[in-house]
């Protein structure tokens, strides 16, 4: 095995992963991830003692502890291509010695759970209620560029989609990929929906917003609202999920994706208070991680 080049895997001059400017020793095994920066305080705060601060761009990362439980929390910005830098530099900095940039002979698996916002896609998910990610769809292309083991009941979602809601659009390629099965039980509660979340490339044309620009599926609110593949529904849409789900398996890592619902596209209804919304799914989250 050869070490991997200096052009594949930036490193800075302290030998820490080049976006993250993280060292193996300043990651905890459960890794909390949001998009806004500005959320990572609002999850550190709850710890008792906080060990690292970093930041770089939009990346922001604390660890602590809570309790004996040590996590780290991180944002990632918005979007899937940032969740391809994010995912891919935390499994390098725990499994590729980054000074000799080998790849360790015994690979360290991390848990890693989502806390974002995102919206309903059924008309029974109220808005400020949460929901747990079973399957990640995703309608952006990042998946496409790498190649992820596939169960039957993901390619036939993936398939069924294709057939019920893109139909003659054929420039869009989705992949489906599920959940970490024990972060899914964890997190199995009467208050949180399951389901499918989709997982878009962009905030406007690709949730079925107009404001002045056609879009190529007019009628997509509606097709993933009345998209069915057995007893399992659409829930949800956001713009992480799937890249996360992806991106987590193929390095062997477990992943569960959380929203905060803070829109109802079906209702045409927005959150009262989406702050405390998502503060309402910190403290879930922190008190199911540590009990």
């Not at 992963?17 to 500005?38: F, K, N, R, S």
């Not at 959320?39 to 990346?59: A, G, L, T």
């Not at 002045?212 to 509606?222: H, S």
Request: aromatic fraction near 6%.
């Amino acid at each position: 095995m050869k070490p991997i080049p200096e052009s594949e895997l930036i490193l800075n001059a302290d030998k820490s992963v080049y976006h993250l400017q993280l060292h193996v020793h300043e990651i905890a095994d459960t890794i909390i991830t949001v998009g806004d920066p500005d959320r990572v305080k609002e999850v550190s705060k709850h710890f008792d003692k906080i060990e690292v601060k970093k930041q770089n761009r939009e990346f922001v990362t604390h660890t602590g502890r809570i309790g004996k439980k040590r996590i780290t929390v991180i944002s990632t910005g918005i979007g899937p291509d940032n969740i391809d830098i994010v995912l891919t530099e935390l499994d390098a900095a725990v499994n590729v010695d980054l000074k000799t940039r080998m790849i360790k002979a015994k690979k360290k698996s991390l848990q890693i759970i989502r806390i974002g916002t995102s919206g309903a896609l059924q008309s029974e998910i109220p808005v400020d209620s949460f929901v747990a990610s079973g399957f990640g769809l995703s309608l952006d292309n990042l998946l496409n560029f790498y190649r992820p083991k596939l169960s039957a009941i993901e390619k036939n979602i993936a398939l069924e989609f294709s057939n019920q809601v893109l139909k003659t659009e054929s420039k869009i390629h989705p992949t489906v990929i599920s959940s970490s099965p024990n972060l899914l039980k964890l997190f199995s509660d009467k208050n949180i929906s399951q389901g499918i979340t989709v997982t878009c490339p962009g905030f406007y044309g690709p949730q079925g917003r107009v404001v002045r620009n056609k879009l190529a599926l007019p009628n997509l609110i509606n097709d993933l609202n009345k998209f069915q593949f057995r007893n399992t529904r659409i829930t949800n849409f956001e713009m992480e999920t799937a890249a996360i789900y992806g991106m987590a398996r193929m390095m062997g890592h477990d992943a569960l994706s959380l929203s905060a619902i803070v829109a109802n596209r079906v209702l045409k209804q927005f959150s009262k208070n989406g702050h405390k919304a998502v503060q309402n799914l910190i403290n879930l989250t922190l008190e199911k991680l540590c009990s």
